[in-house]
C-alpha cells in the first residue's frame, strides 16, 4: 500500500525556462517561468504566437520581481511584438496579478470566465 507509484509523466526538457528565458515547447506555444514568493514557488505562462503580436496565457504574481522578469521578455522573448490579448485561467494571483499591468502596457484587453472575473473583484 506505500510503495511509490511509478511516474507515468515524460518530460521532454531536462530543465524548465531560468527566470527571463522562454522555450518553444510546440510551433507558435512559448514556456515562461515565473517565481513564486510562497511554498508552490513558481507558475507556468504561456504565450502563444499571433500573427504579428502575442497572447498571453496567464501573467504571474503582481509583484515587482515578476514584474522585472517581464521587462526582460519585452525586447528579448516578445521581440518587440506586442501583447493583443490575455486570457487568465482564474482569479488565483500568480494567474491574475499582472493582467491590469501587462493589459495597460500594451492597450489590450483580457478575457477569462465570468465566475472567475466576478470572483477575483
Not at 73 to 94: E, N, Q, W
Amino acid at each position: 500500500m506505500n510503495a511509490p507509484i511509478p511516474s507515468t509523466l515524460g518530460f521532454p526538457f531536462p530543465a524548465p525556462p531560468l527566470g527571463g528565458e522562454a522555450r518553444e515547447v510546440a510551433a507558435g506555444v512559448w514556456w515562461l517561468r515565473m517565481p513564486l514568493p510562497f511554498a508552490l514557488d513558481h507558475i507556468n505562462l504561456w504565450l502563444l504566437a499571433d500573427d504579428e503580436a502575442w497572447t498571453q496565457i496567464d501573467t504571474g504574481y503582481g509583484d515587482a520581481a515578476t514584474r522585472a522578469l517581464w521587462n526582460a521578455h519585452f525586447p528579448t522573448t516578445l521581440a518587440g511584438r506586442p501583447i493583443r490579448r490575455v486570457i487568465a485561467t482564474h482569479y488565483h494571483p500568480d494567474h491574475l496579478g499582472n493582467a491590469a499591468w501587462l493589459c495597460a502596457r500594451f492597450g489590450c484587453g483580457i478575457s477569462m470566465p465570468q465566475a472567475e472575473y466576478l470572483t477575483a473583484h
